[in-house]
């Protein structure tokens, strides 16, 4: 455990573009079609409060992180995956991704967050969305969310095909892919 929220990520942080900015649903949705939504509409969403510790699976753990956003339940009412949807890929700025369960996604405590302990995320930290995934290790949750992509079967996100492990349950401490056997 450690005092004060270290930053820790892969590749430069990216800029925020407002009139740039839109988070996508795509893949195997239940119509075929695509979603999209502008930051303003995202904010404009139902929003829900989360607390969590965040586990890194390089070991660093931070205590009682207040998340507020939207809810990942939220995202699966407004675009309902095709009953055939077994995992999600989470995208980030960038090309970085990680792979869910719909499960793990669609967990009562999965959240998009826009803010931490009261204040907008910074944009270390994932400003101006950041998928939570409590029950998960955190690299199952990228910063700077860009899309959802349903899927009917699974496939390895960045540190899923670099090592990690593809499920990420801290409890059970899930990090490596060479566990994935035992
Ligand atoms: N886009 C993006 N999101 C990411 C990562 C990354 O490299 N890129 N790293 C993940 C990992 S491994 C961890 S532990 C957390 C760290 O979040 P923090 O910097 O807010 O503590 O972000 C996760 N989200
Ligand atoms: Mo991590």
């Known amino acids: 455990m450690v005092k004060g929220w270290p930053v820790s990520h892969y590749g430069p942080v990216p800029r925020f573009r407002a009139e740039r900015w839109n988070l996508q649903v795509f893949g ?14 995202i904010m404009a969403l139902p929003a829900a409060t989360v607390t ?3 586990h890194c699976a390089s070991g660093t753990t931070t205590l009682d992180h207040e998340f507020y956003g939207v809810p990942a339940s939220v995202l699966l009412e407004l675009a309902p995956p095709d009953p055939r949807v077994t ?3 989470a995208w ?10 719909l499960a ?26 950041r998928l939570v995934v409590p029950q998960l290790y955190g690299y199952k949750g990228p910063k700077w969310l ?3 992509e349903y899927m009917t079967q699974d496939r390895r996100g960045f540190w899923e095909e670099r090592g990690y492990h593809n499920l ?7 990090r490596h892919s060479y566990q994935e056997d035992e």
């Open 146 to 148: 860009r899309a959802i």
């Open 92 to 101: 980030a700025e960038y090309g970085y991704n990680a792979n869910l369960r």
């Open 104 to 129: 793990d996604f669609a967990s009562e405590r999965t959240l998009m967050a826009t803010h931490h302990n009261g204040e907008p995320l910074t944009v270390e930290h994932g400003f101006p969305l």
């Open 168 to 174: 990420a349950d801290p409890w059970t401490e899930q």
């Open 87 to 89: 995992h999600v890929m």
């Open 28 to 41: 195997s949705t239940a119509t075929g079609e695509k979603y999209t939504w502008s930051f303003d509409e």
């Open 52 to 54: 969590t510790d965040l």
